[in-house]
T-cell receptor, first 112, second 112 residues
Framework: NAGVTQTPKFQVLKTGQSMTLQCAQDMNHEYMSWYRQDPGMGLRLIHYSVGAGITDQGEVPNGYNVSRSTTEDFPLRLLSAAPSQTSVYFC???????????FGPGTRLTVT | DAKTTQPPSMDCAEGRAANLPCNHSTISGNEYVYWYRQIHSQGPQYIIHGLKNNETNEMASLIITEDRKSSTLILPHATLRDTAVYYCIVRGGTGANSKLTFGKGITLSVRP
């Protein structure tokens, strides 16, 4: 199993550009989520999904969209990038809402 | 989810046990205690979790007080590779809102 994979590892955007961060898992996990981590801070939940076709907002959802068309994939879309979205983004998955989440390696995003 | 309180940092000597404390005085009956760690800028790594009984796995032991208001993560023989930020998290057991809320964690430094 590859576990949770994220692409790209690094990305630089200009303000106003849009892009999609990819997340995939091969463990058949129902629950997937996106977090962001700013310097010196803990992780904050952006969006989560309890299964294909079902998504919901977390703590800091503004400026981000998600969709879950398959069990394996949970992409995160930045609609119009802003410097405040400069952060490291982690995707996680777990077997059900009470399973122990496994995290991907992260995507380091810089918005100039 | 109940909040947790951890000291910002601690250190220990290589080969000795590292005891990482966590207070969660507002924990409710169905909430679990989870521990994750983050080495450098990697994705958080699951360590262990428990409800009220002490737990042990190949990585660590988790000791939860009888009133469940505090817990201790024990790394029995710390190595330099255990230097990381350790997060103590209280999480509701089930449901779509059963998510991890990360604080700032405790930075463990293992010295040679």
């Amino acid at each position: 199993n590859a576990g949770v994979t994220q692409t790209p590892k690094f990305q630089v955007l200009k303000t106003g550009q849009s892009m999609t961060l990819q997340c995939a898992q091969d463990m058949n996990h129902e629950y997937m989520s996106w977090y962001r981590q700013d310097p010196g801070m803990g992780l904050r939940l952006i969006h989560y999904s309890v299964g294909a076709g079902i998504t919901d907002q977390g703590e800091v959802p503004n400026g981000y969209n998600v969709s879950r068309s398959t069990t394996e994939d949970f992409p995160l879309r930045l609609l119009s990038a802003a410097p405040s979205q400069t952060s490291v983004y982690f995707c996680a998955s777990s077997a059900g809402t009470s399973g122990s989440p496994y995290f991907g390696p992260g995507t380091r995003l810089t918005v100039t | 989810d109940a909040k947790t309180t951890q000291p910002p940092s601690m250190d220990c000597a290589e080969g000795r046990a590292a005891n990482l404390p966590c207070n969660h005085s507002t924990i409710s009956g169905n909430e679990y205690v989870y521990w994750y760690r983050q080495i450098h800028s990697q994705g958080p790594q699951y360590i262990i979790h428990g409800l009220k009984n002490n737990e042990t796995n190949e990585m660590a032991s988790l000791i939860i007080t009888e009133d469940r208001k505090s817990s201790t993560l024990i790394l029995p023989h710390a190595t330099l590779r255990d230097t990381a930020v350790y997060y103590c998290i209280v999480r509701g057991g089930t449901g779509a809102n059963s998510k991890l809320t990360f604080g700032k964690g405790i930075t463990l430094s293992v010295r040679p």
